[in-house]
């Protein structure tokens, strides 16, 4: 009985410890003053970024009390040994481009282009094996 107690009072204890390490606040760090606040914003057809529903996602993630986008624009080749890279009617244009960047700019949002290659055959590959 009496190791039954001592078994639960350490428990008890330990319980408490992690509880208190858990909730205690950190003490901010100049690395905790370069966290970003943003949001990867990727559409997958050309004509989506200029469109009206693109115009209100980008009020409303501004709301959310992100600071950044990331800018998704996707080019592609044939396959992952190919050299000649490409737009397709998945590829947003130029003025795609700039239209959102003026439209997130114009909310206060910074924006971090963030262009990608895809291969179009993608049988079994992904971008990451383009060599």
């Not at 319980?15 to 100049?30: D, H, I, N, Q, Y």
């Not at 970024?49 to 800018?71: F, K, M, N, R």
């Not at 282009?113 to 049988?123: A, F, G």
């Amino acid at each position: 009985m009496k190791a039954q107690r001592v078994s639960l009072f350490v428990f008890g204890i330990a319980v408490v410890l992690l509880l208190l390490a858990v909730g205690m606040p950190k003490e901010r760090t100049s690395a905790d003053a370069a966290v970003q606040k943003g949001i990867s914003y990727a559409v997958w057809w050309s004509g989506l970024y200029s469109s009206p529903d693109s115009d209100l996602s980008l009020v409303h993630l501004a709301e959310t009390g992100a600071e950044w986008i990331s800018l998704i624009v996707t080019a592609y080749q044939q396959d992952i040994s190919s050299t000649t890279i490409y737009t397709t009617t998945a590829t947003p244009t130029d003025a795609d481009v700039i239209h959102v960047i003026t439209q997130a700019h114009s909310l206060g949002l910074k924006v971090m282009l963030k262009p990608h290659v895809d291969p179009e055959d993608v049988e079994g590959h992904w971008r990451g094996e383009i060599g």
